[in-house]
T-cell receptor, first 110, second 115 residues
Framework: DAKTTQPNSMESNEEEPVHLPCNHSTISGTDYIHWYRQLPSQGPEYVIH???SNVNNRMASLAIAEDRKSSTLILHRATLRDAAVYYCILSTGGGNKLTFGTGTQLKVEL | EAGVTQFPSHSVIEKGQTVTLRCDPI?????LYWYRRVMGKEIKFLLH????????ESGMPNNRFLAERTGGTYSTLKVQPAELEDSGVYFCASSQITGWNYGYTFGSGTRLTVV
């Protein structure tokens, strides 16, 4: 499976933007980039996904590098409820299973 | 709409016993997935149903695990006999459409402890 690399942890202050990076240098042309997050004691939650163009939804924005070898999840105004582990996941070969890595633990402080 | 529901939320059983986990997907979602996280490890895929058929069961660890989805609605995951290394959190997810263009909805998981 295509591999992603994320920092183990990041910190942010409440009300500030957060940029969560992800490297995926082995991405293939048909792989989608997905982001999920997992809050404490809950299952993973879908955040956003994209292929080539930047994407926006009510939760976040996804900025994809032109060569697609990296992407950034942007939370425009972090809140305490955004403290979670964020996973950057690539689809592989059109399959239907998610391959989770270790993710980035986001800490949000007042 | 109701989300993905998993029962029970917690289960503690003795080694050698049998446990059955249940997942109710979002109504109308043909795709149902099981994942699990064992202690200290990453979340791993177990299997994928499309309606009542097993589409991919490549992640099932061994033959002590049996998943069913009779009628294409809810699914059960039975562990028989349970071993200590089966302890972890078991997640179920569902999606309406097959393929990578759509997100999955996960349940809150069943925490299984084998003692």
């Amino acid at each position: 499976d295509a591999k992603t690399t994320q920092p183990n942890s990041m910190e942010s202050n409440e009300e500030e933007p957060v940029h969560l990076p992800c490297n995926h240098s082995t991405i293939s042309g048909t792989d989608y980039i997905h982001w999920y997050r997992q809050l404490p004691s809950q299952g993973p939650e879908y955040v956003i996904h994209g292929l080539t163009s930047n994407v926006n939804n009510r939760m976040a924005s996804l900025a994809i590098a032109e060569d697609r070898k990296s992407s950034t999840l942007i939370l425009h105004r972090a809140t305490l409820r955004d403290a979670a582990v964020y996973y950057c996941i690539l689809s592989t070969g059109g399959g239907n299973k998610l391959t989770f890595g270790t993710g980035t633990q986001l800490k949000v402080e007042l | 709409e109701a989300g993905v529901t998993q029962f029970p939320s917690h289960s503690v059983i003795e080694k050698g016993q049998t446990v059955t986990l249940r997942c109710d997907p979002i109504s109308g979602h043909d795709n149902l997935y099981w994942y699990r996280r064992v202690m200290g490890k990453e979340i791993k895929f177990l299997l994928h149903f499309v309606k009542e058929s097993k589409q991919d069961e490549s992640g099932m660890p061994n033959n002590r695990f049996l998943a069913e989805r009779t009628g294409g609605t809810y699914s059960t995951l039975k562990v028989q006999p349970a071993e200590l290394e089966d302890s972890g959190v078991y997640f179920c997810a569902s999606s309406q459409i097959t393929g990578w263009n759509y997100g999955y909805t996960f349940g809150s998981g069943t925490r299984l402890t084998v003692v």
